[in-house]
């Protein structure tokens, strides 16, 4: 008996089960007719029975189907005109996938008719094609959401006290022996007990997981035998990407990845998405029909004003998102809602952040996107991290997003790179960085937090690559080393670098724990690029975006020179967290602490003297020291209760010669330890001591800390 069609309703949107039947809802606004077709879950190529949604209301088209329950597959077929110069696409030849789809099963078939044009003229979007497209593209799948949360909470670790880890899915385990095989490169891979022991013995308090909605293949890298390995190619919004899922995808993908969540939860280790709203994988006007284009073109896609049958791009994907309109915001954030509420993760990084605050043209800081998030009494309160910039003109916009917002801080990157490769005149800026980049955010009403440090992440070289190559090596991507960013490093400095195969390799290795005691000792919050502490090689491949094989997925199989990095990451995270002063809530004051001679922040010149204002501006300068007072006044913890701990005397020496640097007499009224000399690592047995107003031997590209408990 083929089952029977009800009015249903119009909220919520997307396939929700009541145990006895499923509603199902899907907003158009254009469309003039819809149809909603149901296929045998155990042949999915099988149409079983299509029905006409009759019922709209607020255009959203409804109807409830009793006995349909978890594991059906179906999509939709919507009628209207096809008219791309009047921005209209619709082709009801092509099965769309529901945007509100909670699991997709199945991945496009490039060989089907997945375009919604005739082929082969230059004018080849304008006529639609008719041949049906259901053999070639995923199903929607209806979904049991229950789940045994077993009492999970979000662990709600404070900014200030955050370490984030930014891995992906597959790659962080696919090599790793110590996961049972069947798990490597699955969400349960990613929770399982060695991947755990791993993270916490790292220091890590937060995962950041490259893109999970589902995503789809480019057909250009498909022709290449390639596929998209970060996945910043979404088709769902909603949906965790099966190919992760070791246990299926007809729904179990959904509970693989709450497991997950749960596990890391309870290990204490926070989960952030890194979401991708800024354009979809239907491309520009010679993209596929998948989704969105043939529901209702012009209500989801920013179309260009005087020429409707093109998109607005501001990623250099093909098209970015009407957000303008409330139904594409109202999209967004059920979907951030439902990774919040039902999925239990602790925050998102939005890519390409520039093109969501787009209403008109420039990048609004107080456009809709950002007041609705602001007001949101959900997504307002679990962490939000935006890369501030896009392709567009006027999209680099870092510290220009609204209070609640931490940012990817390029400036950071850049800055620390320049200083330690020796280049001119960055002693006042890494200064800057280093105290929490207070020109950006300390006027907007944020704190140091707001600031995500990063050196090295999924865009670009590893810590490894970064000072061992000066040009990137893309070949293998099959564009002729043209993707990717020029980078041009020049790490070995030129004449003024080491000689000999040993030589060059130290230099390395120092200028790779330079860069990360840095990152581990400035204020504002570290992000580790997952794998450089496995130091982990993609070969000089600055763009591995299209590289699912050994050039992403981290290699488990340490050699001596790993293995030091791996004990240096380790022990260099854990002095960041054993030292308040080196993740306080407030930005440094400048002032002196009542009764001493100290500030709370003190830039020291290597002959121990202030710097002065002239010094700032020393284009030559290259070694610099800072005090950081570990009496805070003001600094309080979660509690209200006073922080304070030790003081430390930070020493950088970008020359590529040795200097003696003089520690200024009466700072404190004890010896200093040093703790770390990038040189030779952390300082094990005995404690080297250094008297107040001595002098420390600072050797050429090498940072050094020292310790005062009084």
Sequence with gaps: MSPKLRPG?????GATWDREGTNFALYSEN????????????????????????????????????????????????????????GLRFNPAKLLMDPYSRALSGRVDWDAPVFGYQAGSNEADLTSDDRDSAVGVPRSVVIDPSFDWEGDRHPRRPWHRSVIYETHVKGLTRRFDAVAEEQRGTYLGLASEPVLKHLLSLGITAVELLPVHEFVDEHHLVQRGLSNYWGYNSLSFF??????????????QVREFKQMVKALHAAGI???????????????????????????????????????RYYVDYTGTGNSPNMRHPQVLKLIMDSLRYWVQEMHVDGFRFDLAATLARELHDV???????????????????????????????????????VLWTEWNGDYRDTVRRFWRGDDGHVGSVATRLAGSSDLYEETGRRPHASINFVTAHDGFSLRDLVSYNDKHNDANGEENRDGANENLSWNCGAEGPTGDEGINQLRERQA??????????????????????????EGNNNTFCQDNDLSWYNWSLDDTAERMLQFATQMVAFRHDNPVLHRRRFFLGRRIRGTDIKDIMWLRADGQEMTEEDWGSSWLRCIGVLLAGDMPGETDERGERVTGATLLILL??????????????????????????????????VEKVEDGGTV?????????????E
């Design 9 to 13: 309703k119009p909220y919520p949107l």
């Design 31 to 86: 469309a003039e007719q819809v149809e909603l077709c149901l296929y045998d879950p155990a042949n999915p190529n099988e149409e079983s029975t299509r029905f006409a949604l009759k019922e709209v209301t607020g255009y959203v088209w409804h109807g409830y189907v009793e006995g349909v329950g978890p594991g059906q597959l179906y999509g939709y077929r919507v009628y209207g005109p096809y008219q791309p110069e009047a």
């Design 239 to 252: 949906a965790p990407t099966a190919r992760y899922s070791g246990t299926g995808d007809r729904g179990e």
């Design 270 to 308: 926070e989960v952030i998405l890194d979401v991708v709203y800024n354009h979809t994988c239907e491309g520009n006007e010679l993209g596929p029909t998948l989704s969105f284009r043939g529901i209702d073109n012009p209500i989801y896609y920013r179309l260009v004003p005087d020429n409707l």
């Design 364 to 402: 609004d800081r107080l456009s809709a996107f950002f007041d609705i998030i602001h007001q949101d009494p959900i997504i307002s309160r679990v962490k939000l991290i935006a890369e501030p910039w896009d392709v567009g003109e006027g999209g680099y916009q870092v510290g220009n997003f609204p």
């Design 513 to 538: 724990r330079n860069l990360f005691a840095l990152l581990c000792l400035s204020q504002g919050v570290p992000m580790v690029h997952g794998g450089d502490e496995l130091w982990h090689t993609k």
């Design 653 to 686: 020496n970008a020359y590529h010669e040795a200097i003696e640097f003089q520690i200024p007499a009466g700072l404190v009224n004890s010896q200093w330890s040093v703790a770390l000399d990038t040189r030779s690592g952390f300082t094990e047995g005995e």
């Design 697 to 709: 031997h600072i050797g050429d590209r090498t940072l050094i800390v020292l310790v005062s408990q």
